[in-house]
Nanobody
Framework: QVQLVESGGGLVQPGGSLRLSCAAS????????MGWYRQAPGKQRESVAR???????NYADSVKGRFTISRDNAKNTVYLQMNSLKSEDTAVYYC???????WGQGTQVTVSS
């Protein structure tokens, strides 16, 4: 059973930045595509960004040019760098192993002045 633990959320002003981390258990992390999702209050969970095992990435239109997903296979960790944050980015952010279907517990991101 792969376990995922997110960290790095918090309160940030509009225009600010945060970097989320997702640490995974297991020795074969590098073969799995990973994704970041978010769920705002009263809304469905949505895909934010994905990264393949080779490092290919894709993003939701709403975050293109502002968010960057990356991974460090030596550290079993996937990151989400979030810049130029907007109030509409406020949500609980989750990482997911896209093959095994494992989810982390989520980390809250609040963008507010």
């Amino acid at each position: 059973q792969v376990q995922l633990v997110e960290s790095g959320g918090g309160l940030v002003q509009p225009g600010g930045s945060l970097r989320l981390s997702c640490a995974a258990s297991g020795s074969i992390f590098g073969i799995y595509p990973m994704g970041w999702y978010r769920q705002a209050p009263g809304k469905q969970r949505e895909s934010v960004a994905r990264i393949s095992s080779e490092g290919n990435t894709n993003y939701a239109d709403s975050v293109k040019g502002r968010f960057t997903i990356s991974r460090d296979n030596a550290k079993n960790t996937v990151y989400l760098q979030m810049n130029s944050l907007k109030s509409e980015d406020t949500a609980v952010y989750y990482c997911k192993n896209l093959v095994l279907g494992s989810w982390g517990q989520g980390t809250q991101v609040t963008v507010s002045s």
